[in-house]
């Protein structure tokens, strides 16, 4: 069976007291590409340590044990990983979904039930590694500064971009750099939360505005003027983080 995990496998524990009920999910693990098994526990009690040394995507867990209750375990716990309830009791479902379990499976249960749980695991830690990695990057646009060059400027870096008839001239925290193309087209092609124009002959950065006072702002120790027409929405998108630009 083949899934598309992204970057590594779920590493998984059981917590359970049924030695027959670990090899049952631990052969069921081994059929799939994109988990491993790290550790088995018959009570959580002695897997408390390990979870929280190590990290854990998956866990397994049963409700009727010894020493310390399956959800009074889960509550107890920090930085819970994704878990799926495996009980032979249907009464605690309700209380499962409380606590925002992935799945909760009644004993014995078949492989196809099994793999549905898991496709939930799958989609949850791929929306989480997309999220992380929208998140970290520094976002780019490249540019020709010349007949053949092309240059790389990180959106971070941008101020402002000004209007030079039918070029532009985007200065960045640390250079500038002129370009053959419209404001309108490259205003275009930047993030519409971050960047917005202010005036026919200016785009500047929402985050690095210093101030505002009545039609104009001040960024980088400079004051551009706010365009009539573009007043209202400017102000907004400064003041109010307006999202939708």
């Avoid at 009690?45 to 959800?71: K, Q």
Wanted: a positive charge.
């Amino acid at each position: 069976m083949e899934f598309n995990l992204k970057k590594m496998k779920l590493k998984c524990v059981i917590i359970d007291d049924e030695p027959l009920a670990i090899n049952e999910i631990n052969n069921y693990i081994h059929q799939i590409n994109g988990l491993q098994l790290v550790k088995t526990f018959n009570n959580g009690i002695d897997s408390l340590e390990y979870l929280h040394c190590n990290r854990v995507d998956l866990l397994f867990l049963d409700i009727n044990m010894p020493l310390l209750e399956g959800y009074s375990f889960l509550e107890s716990i920090e930085n819970k990983p994704m878990v799926i309830i495996t009980t032979a009791n249907e009464e605690y479902a309700v209380k499962g979904y409380e606590l925002e379990v992935l799945d909760y499976l009644l004993k014995p249960f078949p492989i196809y039930r099994f793999i549905k749980a898991i496709n939930k695991a799958f989609k949850k830690f791929n929306e989480f590694q997309n999220f992380g990695e929208e998140n970290t990057e520094r976002e780019y646009i490249f540019v020709k500064v010349d007949k053949k060059k092309m240059k790389k400027i990180f959106l971070d870096e941008i101020l402002v971009i000004e209007s030079i008839k039918d070029y532009i001239k985007i200065l960045t925290s640390s250079n500038k750099y002129i370009v053959h193309q419209t404001l309108n087209s490259f205003t275009e092609c930047l993030p519409s939360k971050k960047f917005i124009r202010i005036h026919r002959s200016f785009t500047i950065s929402v985050n690095k505005v210093e101030s505002v006072e009545g039609n104009s702002i001040e960024l980088a120790g400079k004051r551009y003027t706010i365009g009539r027409s573009y007043l209202i929405k400017v102000k907004n998108a400064i003041l109010f983080r307006s999202t939708k630009l």
